[in-house]
């Protein structure tokens, strides 16, 4: 159980002591430039504090103005924010982190990250090509450069106070062992899919061992039907409870003790999934049960994202 009993407001403490994340976080993982920017400032306005962005969204500009002029507007200030991006594949190489970090800054109009992540554990061909692919169709991996070589290079970016904390996505429990060993600064999250179907319990205890925040996407299962919106036990539950489906997978995330990330695109949805309360311990058990096994999204074995369209 998260320590505060209004779900809404949890935040996590990261493992470098450097502040808190809000466990409801919203995902900017939206192909339309126009509707980024008013589902940013839907959720804003909703309530939500904590922001995931990503070079390879292409979107960067326009959460970025989303954001300045939400603040503005709602005379909320950038400390009590908290926005992330992420390290696309094709710039693993250690002289391309900061580069590729000061762009994403320079997108997104800050001074500074609170979380820089390594999008994912694959390197791609270096270049300006995100998506890139042999004659064959087949992805372009590179093997001159280790993950380790790139944490390094992450490492010196909080050294040098650009951002308050770093971590991996995509990952699984060695990737993160292997990394959290050798690191002279540990991950502070990591962000994987993560929702009834794919509970990755093995991870959350090492990450709940460690203070390493567990960041779920997925949380509704990327909204799929037939899928977690449509399960029997939590329709059931959100029956009984009175809420959405959707507000019980996310009460059930925060409950846990992970944080989340949910993309909703309309006002009455950012209001929806914003509204979340703590559910009845047996509700909450009932969700622990179900025993339905599925990964949702194939990019911890490919680095190659779903639901980003390939074409620039
Ligand atoms: N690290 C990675 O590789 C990675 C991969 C994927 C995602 N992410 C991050 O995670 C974020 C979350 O994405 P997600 O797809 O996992 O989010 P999600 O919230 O699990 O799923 C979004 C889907 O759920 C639907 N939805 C949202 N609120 C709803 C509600 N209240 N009732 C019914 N349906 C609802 C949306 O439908 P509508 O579109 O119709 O509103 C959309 O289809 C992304 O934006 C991104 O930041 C990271």
Redesign the pocket.
């Known amino acids: 159980m998260p320590e505060s009993s209004d779900l809404r407001l949890t935040r996590l403490p990261l493992n470098n002591g450097r502040g808190l994340m809000p466990a409801l976080g919203f995902?900017?993982?939206i192909p339309d430039k126009a509707e980024t920017i008013t589902a940013t400032r839907y959720a804003l306005e909703a309530g939500f504090r904590h922001f995931?962005c990503a070079e390879r969204y292409r979107n960067e500009r326009e959460v970025g103005e989303a954001l300045q002029t939400g603040l503005a507007a709602g005379g909320i200030a950038r400390e009590e924010i908290f926005v992330t991006t992420k390290l696309w594949n094709t710039n693993h190489r250690p002289e391309r982190v900061e580069p590729a970090f000061d762009a994403s800054l320079d997108r997104l109009g800050l001074d500074h990250l609170d979380l820089y992540l390594i999008?994912?554990p694959f390197a791609f061909q270096p270049g300006d090509e995100q998506d890139p692919r042999d004659q064959n169709g087949s992805v372009i991996y590179d093997n001159e450069v280790t993950l380790l070589d790139t944490w390094r290079a992450m490492e010196s970016l909080v050294n040098h106070g650009r951002c308050r904390a770093i971590g991996l996505?995509?990952i699984n429990l060695d990737i993160l062992l292997s990394i959290y060993e050798s690191a002279r600064i540990k991950p502070a999250v990591v962000?994987v899919e993560s929702h009834p179907y794919l509970p990755e319990t093995e991870l959350l205890e090492f990450c709940k061992e460690k203070g390493v925040v567990l960041l779920a996407?997925?949380?509704?299962?990327?909204?799929m039907k037939p899928g977690l919106?449509d399960d029997p036990v939590v329709s059931a539950i959100a029956a009984r409870v009175g809420k959405?489906p959707?507000q019980v997978l996310l009460a059930w995330a925060v409950h846990r003790g992970t944080a989340l990330?949910?993309?909703?695109?309309?006002a009455a949805?950012a209001r929806?999934?914003f509204d979340i309360s703590v559910l009845p311990e047996d509700a909450f058990n009932e969700i622990n049960r179900i025993e339905t096994r599925q990964r949702l999204?194939p990019?911890v074995t490919t680095g190659v994202?779903g639901?980003i369209a390939r074409a620039s």
């Not at 996407?217 to 909204?223: D, Y």
């Not at 990330?261 to 309309?266: G, K, Q």
């Open positions: 995902g900017t993982l995931d999008h994912t996505s995509d962000q996407f997925a949380p509704l299962g990327h909204g919106l959405t959707a990330l949910t993309t909703p695109r309309t949805r929806e999934n999204n990019v994202p639901f």
